[in-house]
């Protein structure tokens, strides 16, 4: 299989073509054509809940299998099935359960968005689930998901939680910080003690105040931590999106959709870890209190969305692909289009829209 056009590769864009066989990429030729369209990567999304009218977070092996294919239509070939805080019994039913997903290649892992996380901050997150990190609890999931489980988020602040994240070190799990009210100082202790990830910048995290920088400045300002940014003109301004960028740079940028069931689908009535959510104009938000509760995104919209908040396009689809391949450990297998790699391969019309979806794999 050939495809022609503008390659979006780690050196550069090449006007030329891709020849695919066997499932991975043979062949990166540089020629002139007159296809404008794009070759990139397949899109990875290291945060999401679901879409498509099915979710994640209830531990369910087939909801999981239809979101993933749903947003597999996008253009997200890799993955996280991301769970909200939940009780320690599901945390355990969805590790087993998503196992053999992952196994299959359906999922890339779970990640566990809580429930180690902050009151103050939980936004969306179910308040009647949040407590303090439990070694014993990380180390049970670790053990079941034999390698399913590849992330998880802590607030610092809470009792043990750097005790967690050096932990989840130790097992190869990705920290993360989120859903947090901690100081500067409490969040770069994350950080010290091996956080890698901030999740979703600026949303469920103390606003930055000039005496007290919070987690926002710290993990913004912190070299080895990547960002997740939800790129849906909701979650962040543009204007927010574009400065965070420009200061994380090119290789510490995520883009991520956050998404739940709702995503793809019509407004109306869903939920969202035991909660009711009411979804208008495409904006999801929490029944009870409003908060925003996950987005509706899709990543090929997060990064039609990132380009035109100012990213330049190979800057745009590697905050989809390389950067969260990276995070997880999988850049040498995908995430960029390098000759031996898997074959993850889409094509993008001029304006960005999602027009082939080509799925690898492993030799």
């Not at 590769?9 to 020849?19: D, E, F, K, M, Y």
């Not at 000039?210 to 940014?229: D, N, Q, W």
């Amino acid at each position: 299989m050939k495809l022609s056009g503008r390659i979006v590769t780690p050196a550069g864009v090449i006007q030329g073509s891709l020849t695919i066989e066997g499932g991975r990429i043979a062949e990166i030729k540089k020629g002139r054509t007159t296809d404008e369209q794009w070759i990139v990567p397949g899109f990875v999304d290291i945060h999401n809940h679901g879409g498509g009218g099915h979710t994640f977070t209830t531990g369910d092996p087939h909801e999981a299998r239809s979101a993933a294919a749903f947003h597999r239509e996008h253009g997200t070939t890799t993955l996280l099935a991301s769970l909200v805080s939940s009780p320690f019994e599901l945390m355990r039913d969805a590790t087993l359960g998503y196992r053999p997903l992952v196994e299959e290649g359906v999922l890339a892992g779970i990640h566990f968005e809580g429930p180690y996380l902050a009151e103050v901050r939980c936004g969306a997150q179910n308040p009647a689930y949040l407590r303090d990190p439990s070694n014993e609890e990380i180390a049970e999931l670790v053990k079941l998901g034999e390698g399913a489980v590849r992330m998880m988020t802590i607030a610092p602040e809470r009792a043990g939680a750097l005790a967690a994240i050096e932990q989840l070190n130790r097992l190869g799990v990705v920290a993360a910080i989120g859903h947090t009210d901690a100081s500067y100082e409490q969040t770069l202790a994350g950080v010290a003690a091996g956080a890698t990830v901030a999740t979703h910048l600026f949303n469920g995290m103390r606003p930055v105040h000039h005496r007290e920088p919070g987690p926002i400045v710290g993990l913004l300002g912190s070299g080895s931590v990547a960002v997740e940014l939800i790129a849906d003109g909701v979650h962040l301004h543009d204007g927010a999106l574009a400065f965070a960028a420009r200061t994380a740079g090119s290789e510490r940028t995520l883009l991520v959709t956050d998404a739940m069931a709702a995503a793809g689908m019509a407004d109306g009535q869903y939920e969202l870890g035991g909660q009711a959510v009411v979804v208008a104009g495409r904006v999801a938000r929490l029944a009870r209190d409003g908060s925003i509760a996950g987005s509706t995104l899709t990543l090929d919209a997060a990064v039609r969305r990132a380009v035109t908040a100012g990213l330049a396009v190979p800057d745009a689809v590697r905050a989809a692909t390389a950067n969260p391949a990276r995070v997880l450990g999988l850049h040498d297998e995908l995430g960029s289009l390098e000759v031996g790699k898997r074959a993850d391969v889409l094509a993008l019309s001029p304006s960005l829209d999602v027009t082939f979806v080509h799925v690898g794999h492993n030799s």
